[in-house]
């Protein structure tokens, strides 16, 4: 049984890349039958991999496979009045339209919220954008390093480093400052839909990236709220306040934190009771924190004999706090994960039988998530745009092909 808290919600995804397509899939996967709006050359993010084979393919996109789940495809040209009235009877049955072009770009066309909601005034819009609809920066563009930046998250990330002048501060990984944005762009749609269900009007939601991402509390801005001094990426120094190692395994690296002298003691029985255990300088947690420099390479000596998975479970019979640092095969192959079928997988005309992230929830009915392939480009013009969705005939959508509308 498919997941169908939204049934029958309607919704356009005009989105390119990530943060827009992301908000649009969470409520395809939820249900809500999502038809995605594509230009004629396709979704920008079909031209991002990773690839099978690192063979570029616009049918074979990793991020665009993933983002693009349960949606039905249509193609249209909004820079043609023909394409941009095609979108507009769309529209009219729509209860969401999201997207997340630059502030100016739609009203520039004749397709800015005021002549949507013209046309269908219980739509609800959804723009997801960097710095959002207004403000001085409403027009600039941005990427996740910018919004990283912009944000306050990359001042401390990743941490305490080495050398502070040659490892300045980095961006998040793998894109997290879309998809945080897509999060907050889907919650407040929810809220706007729960609105309209009240007023039985449509409303213009604007997301901006940058404030979803300081909106997290580990920014700096909570330290400045809080009148404290924000902290930036810092040395990392010897000394530290608590024992927590990262140390190298024959397949990766497991996290160890021996903090208490019990779990000390326990890692050291662990460990088949070394000699060098009983040196004066490791017997107390603060020595061994002042001592950290000789301690290191003992630990990772011994650890460097077994796979994280074997140091974590011995960690784990000990009393002792560990954590394998798991890689994406790990993850694929976890127990966990496999217990609650997180991962779906789905059979793509073209890419072939690839595994997804599934849905982070399970619902007291039993229902699980289940997943239809991103559509092919245009893949559903016909049955959309023909003789079961607004009525174009067969020689109408050839010759709208033949002109670059479709």
């Given at each position: 049984?498919?997941l169908?808290?939204?049934?029958?919600?309607k919704v356009l995804?005009?989105?390119?890349?990530?943060s827009?397509?992301?908000?649009?899939?969470?409520?395809?996967?939820?249900?809500a039958?999502?038809?995605k709006?594509?230009?004629?050359?396709?979704?920008e993010?079909?031209?991002?991999?990773p690839f099978p084979?690192d063979?570029?393919?616009?049918?074979?996109s990793g991020i665009?496979?993933?983002l693009n789940?349960?949606?039905?495809?249509?193609?249209?040209?909004?820079?043609?009045?023909?394409?941009?009235?095609?979108?507009?009877?769309?529209?009219?049955?729509?209860?969401?339209?999201?997207?997340?072009?630059?502030?100016?770009?739609?009203?520039d066309?004749?397709?800015?919220?005021?002549?949507?909601h013209?046309?269908?005034?219980?739509?609800i819009?959804?723009?997801i954008?960097?710095?959002?609809?207004?403000?001085?920066?409403?027009?600039?563009?941005?990427?996740?390093?910018?919004?990283c930046?912009v944000?306050?998250h990359?001042?401390?990330h990743p941490?305490?480093?080495k050398?502070?002048?040659?490892?300045?501060p980095?961006?998040?990984?793998?894109?997290?400052?879309e998809?945080v944005a897509?999060?907050?762009?889907a919650t407040a749609?929810?809220?706007?839909?729960n609105?309209?269900?009240?007023?039985?009007?449509g409303?213009?939601v604007?997301?901006?990236?940058m404030?979803a991402?300081?909106?997290?509390?580990q920014?700096?801005?909570?330290q400045f709220?809080?009148?404290?001094?924000?902290?930036?990426?810092?040395r990392?120094?010897?000394?530290?306040?608590s024992?927590?190692?990262l140390?190298p395994c024959?397949?990766?690296?497991v996290?160890?934190?021996?903090?208490?002298?019990d779990?000390?003691?326990h890692?050291?029985t662990?460990?088949?009771?070394?000699?060098w255990?009983?040196?004066p300088?490791?017997?107390?947690?603060?020595?061994?924190?002042?001592?950290?420099?000789?301690?290191?390479?003992?630990?990772?000596?011994?650890t460097?004999?077994f796979k994280?998975?074997?140091?974590?479970?011995?960690?784990?019979?000990?009393?002792?706090?560990s954590?394998?640092?798991?890689?994406?095969?790990?993850?694929?192959d976890?127990?966990q994960?496999?217990?609650?079928?997180?991962?779906?997988d789905?059979?793509?005309?073209v890419?072939?039988?690839?595994r997804?992230?599934g849905?982070p929830?399970?619902?007291?009915?039993?229902?699980q998530?289940?997943?239809?392939?991103?559509?092919?480009?245009?893949?559903?013009?016909?049955c959309?745009?023909?003789?079961g969705?607004?009525?174009?005939?067969?020689q109408?959508?050839?010759?709208?092909?033949?002109s670059g509308?479709?």
């Amino acid at each position: 049984m498919a997941l169908d808290l939204l049934d029958g919600l309607k919704v356009l995804d005009l989105g390119q890349g990530i943060s827009a397509p992301f908000c649009a899939k969470l409520f395809a996967d939820l249900g809500a039958r999502v038809v995605k709006v594509e230009p004629v050359d396709g979704d920008e993010a079909r031209g991002i991999g990773p690839f099978p084979g690192d063979v570029p393919d616009a049918e074979k996109s990793g991020i665009f496979l993933a983002l693009n789940t349960n949606k039905l495809g249509v193609t249209l040209n909004l820079d043609t009045p023909r394409g941009r009235e095609l979108l507009m009877q769309l529209v009219e049955g729509a209860d969401l339209l999201v997207e997340n072009f630059a502030p100016s770009f739609l009203p520039d066309i004749g397709l800015g919220f005021s002549e949507l909601h013209a046309r269908n005034a219980e739509l609800i819009l959804v723009s997801i954008t960097p710095f959002g609809q207004t403000g001085p920066w409403a027009n600039y563009q941005a990427n996740n390093l910018i919004l990283c930046n912009v944000a306050g998250h990359s001042r401390e990330h990743p941490g305490p480093v080495k050398d502070l002048e040659t490892q300045p501060p980095l961006q998040l990984a793998a894109d997290q400052a879309e998809f945080v944005a897509a999060l907050a762009g889907a919650t407040a749609a929810l809220l706007a839909l729960n609105q309209r269900r009240l007023t039985g009007v449509g409303c213009h939601v604007d997301v901006s990236g940058m404030e979803a991402l300081a909106l997290l509390p580990q920014t700096t801005l909570a330290q400045f709220a809080l009148g404290e001094l924000t902290r930036g990426v810092q040395r990392d120094e010897p000394v530290r306040q608590s024992l927590l190692a990262l140390l190298p395994c024959r397949d990766g690296y497991v996290g160890v934190s021996p903090r208490q002298q019990d779990q000390w003691e326990h890692f050291v029985t662990m460990m088949g009771d070394p000699s060098w255990a009983d040196d004066p300088k490791f017997a107390t947690p603060k020595s061994r924190l002042a001592n950290w420099a000789d301690l290191e390479p003992l630990l990772a000596n011994w650890t460097s004999g077994f796979k994280k998975e074997e140091v974590y479970r011995r960690a784990q019979a000990h009393h002792v706090p560990s954590f394998p640092m798991n890689t994406a095969a790990d993850l694929f192959d976890s127990p966990q994960f496999q217990a609650r079928e997180f991962f779906v997988d789905v059979d793509h005309p073209v890419a072939g039988r690839l595994r997804y992230p599934g849905f982070p929830a399970k619902l007291a009915s039993g229902k699980q998530l289940e997943l239809l392939p991103a559509p092919l480009l245009g893949q559903h013009n016909r049955c959309i745009l023909g003789g079961g969705g607004l009525g174009l005939s067969p020689q109408d959508m050839d010759a709208l092909r033949d002109s670059g509308v479709l």
